[in-house]
């Protein structure tokens, strides 16, 4: 099983970024998939959920109005559109996926460095 993150980049404050992940090795019909971020000298935090089948999702508090996670099933692919970004967003971001149901996640991918301006 592979999670493949891609997307990440330098943008200016205010700017957008859609972050991207390929699922693949298996079905994930009943798995979750999330996004999680750790910045320099921090420990990683919950950024984004996301259900496979059902396409439920949950946020952060940080997240909430400005991020949007998203799925397509036919492409086995988990988004993470980020807008109005904020140099305090600035982060390796991880997309990565757990049975639904258990709280371990099971599988992460390689992470992709997202930076904000100021």
């Known amino acids: 099983v592979q999670l493949q993150a891609s997307g990440g980049g330098l943008v200016q404050a205010g700017g957008s970024l859609k972050l991207a992940c390929v699922a693949s090795g298996r079905n994930f019909s009943n798995y979750v998939a999330s996004w999680f971020r750790q910045a320099p000298g921090k420990e990683r935090e919950f950024v984004a959920t996301?259900?496979?089948?059902?396409?439920?999702?949950d946020y952060a508090d940080f997240a909430k109005g400005r991020f949007s996670i998203s799925r397509d099933i036919a492409l086995n692919t988990v988004y993470l559109q980020m807008n109005d970004l904020k140099p305090e967003d600035t982060a390796v971001y991880f997309c990565?996926?757990?049975?639904?149901?258990?709280?371990?996640?099971?599988?992460w991918g390689q992470g992709t460095q997202v930076t904000v301006s100021s």
């Open positions: 990565a996926a757990r049975v639904g149901g258990r709280r371990v996640y099971d599988f």
């Open positions: 996301v259900s496979w089948g059902g396409g439920r999702t």
